[in-house]
């Protein structure tokens, strides 16, 4: 993971140089609506994301827009047939690779890959909360797409959706139970600001 710091950052520093490059920092808000397949009531979990990001103008309309991101995804539930309350928590290291389109001065529409290295996976029930990170794979990948809106030179308001790929439950192995299918869903909302 520190080799794909490393890549990103020095990524930014040489496009940076070339110009026609803004760089800047953005967080917000987490609406968490994942699946797993199991036999549970889902409920919404509210969360947060944070980190970095960098525009580099493709042309007069088109930029690509790679971030760095700390994001917590997961879900709440309630077990059918129990009256166990419960969530799962699962913090991840993103790296949205966006192309965005400058529809206007003020509005842009924004998808593009996203790809994410689990940090650590929490469960929290009745029992108390315990570390579930090796029932899931370290590594997920999905689809971002959405709009921002400049409210000023600085200052952007975002709104995305992350639709996952990657199966959400694995066993203590790592060995993926084929028949439980699931992902993650967010819904984005944050701001962005420029730093340069």
Same mark, same amino acid.
């Given at each position: ?11 930014? $520093? ?8 803004? *760089? ?8 968490? =609506? @994942? ?31 790679? =971030?760095?991101?700390? $994001? $917590? ?5 309630? #077990? ?13 290291? #993103? ?7 400058? %529809?206007? $001065?003020?509005?842009? *529409?924004?998808?593009?890959?996203? *790809? ?17 990170? %090796?029932?899931?794979?370290? *590594?997920? @990948?999905?689809?971002?797409?959405? %709009? ?5 030179? &600085?200052?952007? @308001? =975002? ?21 439980? &299918? ?6 984005? @909302? ?7």
């Amino acid at each position: 993971m520190k080799k794909v710091c490393f890549f990103f950052f020095t990524f930014l $520093s040489i496009q940076y140089c070339l110009g026609q490059s803004s *760089f800047g920092v953005k967080g917000g808000l987490n609406i968490n =609506e @994942a699946e797993d397949g199991l036999d549970l009531r889902k409920k919404t979990r509210f969360a947060y994301h944070g980190g970095l990001f960098f525009q580099q103008k493709l042309g007069k309309k088109l930029f690509f827009q790679p =971030e760095l991101l700390y $994001s $917590s995804k997961g879900y709440r539930y309630t #077990s059918i047939g129990f009256p166990i309350d419960g969530a799962k928590r699962m913090n991840y290291l #993103s790296v949205p690779l966006l192309i965005g389109y400058q %529809a206007s $001065s003020h509005l842009s *529409f924004l998808f593009g890959p996203e *790809f994410d290295y689990l940090l650590r996976a929490g469960h929290r029930g009745d029992g108390g909360v315990s570390k579930v990170t %090796a029932y899931y794979p370290r *590594f997920d @990948a999905g689809l971002d797409f959405g %709009a921002a809106y400049k409210l000023s030179k &600085k200052l952007s @308001a =975002e709104l995305l959706y992350y639709y996952g790929f990657n199966t959400l439950y694995y066993s203590n192995r790592g060995v993926s139970y084929g028949y439980v &299918k699931g992902r993650n869903k967010v819904f984005q @909302a944050g701001v962005s600001y420029r730093l340069l």
